[in-house]
């Protein structure tokens, strides 16, 4: 079974500059979430898609936006790129069963902003 | 609010030996997840444990077993007979029921297992 796999691995964009990123889920898994990690935050969740439908939203400025398809892919956009959003950007997905499902991460989009 | 705590920033030990890293939270939930992930050099977070806050049971996994002190607000990750590819940051985390799949992370521990 294949992996949650994200597109680009590596960007690189200047300043001023909005960036989209690409998520695959996990065959059959519905739920998407994306984190940033930067060494000085550390990792902190942005927000979470299923069923086409944004379900948490974490403490974000309104810069960073997303959006889930029908078939569960997610994109996140940022927008008037800043210095300080050079990080890791990792998605993870789950099936969304019952009260708790675990998450898999894809292995990231490295984005550096210069 | 959530919160993770590893107080742990870098551990370094020689293969064989045993270690243990320390996670600590707070939330206010009465039902709650706790997790522990490792990130390898390539990025790529891997899942290692799921526990929620009605199992206190201590669990062991092959090298690998978690000891959950809900009395102590604590879930730490022991390795014994550690061995090289044991080197990567652990991250201990947290959620919450009803928003299961935002987990809070600690900030992490970087283990390095020398030769």
């Known amino acids: 079974k294949a992996g949650v796999t994200q597109t680009p691995r590596y960007l690189i964009k200047t300043r001023g500059q909005q960036v989209t990123l690409s998520c695959s889920p996990i065959?059959?898994?519905?739920?998407v979430s994306w984190y940033q990690q930067t060494p000085g935050q550390g990792l902190q969740f942005l927000f979470e898609?299923?069923?086409?439908?944004?379900?948490n939203k974490g403490n974000f400025p309104g810069r960073f936006s997303g959006r889930q398809f029908s078939n569960s892919r997610s994109e996140m956009n940022v927008s008037t790129l800043e210095l300080g959003d050079s990080a890791l950007y990792l998605c993870?997905?789950?099936?969304?069963?019952?009260?708790?499902?675990?998450?898999?991460f894809g292995p990231g989009t490295r984005l550096t902003v210069l | 609010a959530q919160k993770v705590t590893q107080a742990q920033t870098e551990i370094s030990v020689v293969e064989k030996e045993d270690v243990t890293l320390d996670c600590v939270y707070e939330?206010?939930?009465?039902?709650?997840?706790l997790f522990w992930y490792k990130q390898p050099p390539s990025g790529e977070l891997v899942f290692l444990i799921r526990?929620?806050?009605?199992?206190?049971q201590n669990e062991i996994s092959g090298r690998y077993s978690w000891n959950f002190q809900k009395s102590t607000s604590s879930f730490n990750f022991t390795i014994t007979a550690s061995q090289v590819v044991d080197s990567a940051v652990y991250f201990c985390?947290?959620?919450?029921?009803?928003?299961?799949?935002?987990?809070?992370f600690g900030s992490g521990t970087q283990l390095t297992v020398l030769p």
């Open positions: 993870a997905s789950s099936l969304k069963q019952g009260s708790y499902n675990e998450q898999f």
């Open positions: 898609y299923f069923s086409e439908t944004q379900r």
């Open positions: 939330t206010r939930d009465t039902t709650y997840y």
């Open positions: 526990r929620n806050s009605f199992d206190e």
């Open positions: 985390a947290l959620s919450i029921a009803g928003s299961a799949r935002q987990l809070t």
């Open positions: 065959s059959g898994h519905r739920s």
